[in-house]
């Protein structure tokens, strides 16, 4: 292979991890997008948002898709080592990641159309404050990817404890409100599971914090979780379809 043939292998590759890079991105401003429109489906009380929630989902798992086949490619054909390796198969796992974060506001967006039709109840005006700062955590974290800094990385793991903090205050507050009137019960319940999807969102944004320090160092992050409160509901890796 002359140098001019090498070099524009070289370049081509170059361009193909970077259209790979600018889908993962694009996935994640979708899904950050559909955690605040959930949202605000649910401080409008606007079932109709919150079914065009549920279904821009789709679009999420076909740019997942999109992201396997084009990274299934690049191994195949290119067959990459060291930092492009890393960077081929953290983009496979951010994906991943990115999807079930999709999957959580779908999740997010199916409660609040059942919450919508019960009298307003005051915990809602609590729920949004922790979506934002979900919302927050991912878009940070997907900064950090793009630039591949490491410190921003780190810092969004770290943040991952103030999600956790805020879940276990809100917990606690619905519980109250279903004691003190047996008609909170059912909304009350819901809103305790769209807080969970809304936890389970900043540990995905954890995960793709930790896939980065990968990537860019090639060693995994060995240091402890941070955690802000016991896990009051126990370990659910993925929503059920129903939006449990």
């Known amino acids: 292979m ?11 590759f170059d361009v193909e991890l970077q259209r790979l890079t600018d889908t993962v991105v694009r996935a994640g401003g979708l899904v950050e997008a559909q955690l605040g429109d959930a949202m605000q489906a ?12 549920v279904a821009g989902d789709a679009r ?6 999109d992201i396997h086949d084009h990274a299934v490619r690049l191994l195949a054909l290119r067959q990459p080592v060291g930092e492009d390796l890393r960077a081929i198969v953290g983009a496979l796992k951010i994906a991943g990641d990115l999807e079930r974060i999709g999957d959580y506001a779908a999740n997010v967006a ?3 159309i059942v919450v919508n039709q019960a009298p307003p109840v005051r915990a809602v005006t609590a729920v949004p404050r922790m979506a934002r700062l979900a919302q927050e955590i991912v878009n940070e974290v997907l900064d950090a990817y793009v630039e591949r800094d490491v410190e921003r990385a780190i810092a969004v793991w770290r943040r991952d404890e103030e999600v956790d903090e805020l879940h276990t205050s809100l917990f606690r507050e619905l519980v109250t409100y279903m004691m003190e009137d047996p ?13 969970k999807n809304i936890e389970r969102i900043g540990d995905h944004a954890t995960n ?11 060693r995994p992050l060995k240091d402890s979780r941070p955690k802000g409160g016991a896990d009051l ?10 939006g449990s």
């Open 208 to 218: 793709i914090a930790e896939i980065i320090y990968y990537l860019v160092l090639g």
């Open 2 to 12: 002359d140098s001019a043939s090498g070099d524009h292998t070289v370049r081509s």
């Open 233 to 242: 509901h126990g370990s659910t890796p993925r929503p059920d379809a129903d």
């Open 60 to 65: 999420v798992d076909a740019l997942e898709q």
């Open 183 to 195: 008609r909170n019960i059912t909304p009350c319940t819901h809103l305790m599971f769209i807080a």
């Open 42 to 53: 649910l401080i409008r009380r606007d079932s109709v948002q919150a079914a065009e929630v």
């Open 110 to 112: 199916k409660r609040a």
